[in-house]
């Protein structure tokens, strides 16, 4: 099975390329990306607050409100910026006294298609069987110019 980049199973998934230019150092184009998602996340969600962590060893963790995670995982030159319900002790026991799934699920349909909009520059296309992933420029970054 072909390898491509991670993110958490069930996620609302917006795809970008880094800058790999030349000229570009690929660790400033990525905490430049970092920066990016932070601010415009922040500014169209103001539930977020900054979050240091980790899902596993690849799922990078920038942002969290009460119900979802908001991260960064890069393979290869793609970034996934993805929302996904918050997966941790601390939101499983508050779940336990008053639920959250229901609620994080129905807030993830309700800004998915803002979110990709707003960060995503590509689309899933499709896999082809061994694992290698398909896209093309989403609209929005055709119309853009990009």
């Avoid at 991260?71 to 006294?97: H, M, N, P, V």
């Avoid at 807030?107 to 998915?112: A, H, P, R, T």
């Avoid at 707003?118 to 290698?132: A, C, I, T, W």
């Amino acid at each position: 099975m072909g390898r491509s980049v991670s993110y958490p199973p069930g996620s609302v998934v917006a795809f970008r390329l880094l800058d790999d230019s030349e000229d570009e150092d690929i660790d400033w184009a990525y905490e430049c990306l970092v920066e990016e998602i932070i601010d415009a996340t922040r500014a169209a969600f103001p539930s977020f607050q900054r979050f240091d962590g980790w899902r596993g060893r690849e799922d990078r963790i920038l942002l969290r409100n009460a119900f979802v995670d908001c991260g960064i995982s890069t393979y290869c030159g793609l970034a996934a910026i993805w929302l996904a319900e918050r997966d941790d002790a601390q939101y499983w026991e508050a779940d336990f006294y008053m639920p959250r799934t229901a609620r994080a699920r129905h807030w993830l349909g309700q800004v998915s298609g803002r979110f990709i909009d707003l960060l995503g520059e590509l689309r899933l296309v499709g896999r082809f069987s061994n694992g290698d992933a398909i896209f093309e420029r989403s609209r929005s970054a055709c119309a853009a110019g990009s």
